[in-house]
Structure formats: structure tokens, C-alpha cells
Nanobody, 115 residues
């Protein structure tokens, strides 16, 4: 059974950091393009960035460049999102996704940035 399980979300104060994890199972993680997305209140789900099979990790979201970093550990079947200098506008649900024609989503993890 294919599965993506996100964790690491929670409540953090402005300026704080969190590291999200997405553990994959049931498919060839090492050979998959993986992405992080988020959905903030009142907005469409947006792409944060992606990690290619050869470990090329790109953050494309303009609002998070310089603050968020994507990485992966293929032996652990895990995708990471390191988030620094979090701001209230980063509050939302964060999802990982296996890209491609056989792509699918995880269930998401809530991140709340508030003082």
C-alpha cells in the first residue's frame, strides 16, 4: 500500500523553526520526484519546492526562498522540509506529494505560527 505520512508540524512563535518529515512507503521513493506544498487560509494550495531523483532540491516558492530548504534521505525513504524564520503567514497545512502520473498526496500536517 502506497503511503506518505507527514509529521513535525505544530505551534511555533514568529522567528522560530520547524522541520517537517514525510515518510514514504509502498513505492520506489529513491526513484521518485517528491514535492512539498502548503495551503494557507484563504489561498490555493501552492508548491513550495521539489526534490528530484538525483537529489537536486529546489525551492520555488517566492515567499519562502531563503527560509525553507528541502532535502531527502533515500535510505530512510524520507523527505524533509526545514523551515526557518517562520512568520504568521506561513500558517497552514503542509503536504508532501509524489509527483508524476502515479502521484498522490499525504494527509498533511498543520503548522501554526503565532505569538
Amino acid at each position: 500500500q502506497r503511503q506518505l505520512v507527514e509529521s513535525g508540524g505544530g505551534l511555533v512563535r514568529p522567528g522560530g523553526s520547524l522541520r517537517l518529515e514525510c515518510v514514504a512507503s509502498g513505492f520506489a521513493f529513491y526513484n521518485s520526484i517528491m514535492s512539498w506544498y502548503r495551503q494557507t487560509p484563504g489561498k490555493e494550495r501552492e508548491l513550495i519546492g521539489s526534490s528530484a531523483t538525483h537529489d537536486e532540491n529546489v525551492v520555488t516558492g517566492e515567499s519562502v526562498k531563503g527560509r525553507f530548504t528541502i532535502s531527502r534521505d533515500n535510505p530512510k525513504n524520507t523527505l524533509y522540509l526545514q523551515m526557518n524564520n517562520l512568520q504568521p503567514e506561513d500558517t497552514g497545512v503542509y503536504y508532501c506529494k509524489k509527483e508524476g502520473s502515479s502521484g498522490f498526496w499525504g494527509q498533511g500536517t498543520q503548522v501554526t505560527v503565532s505569538s
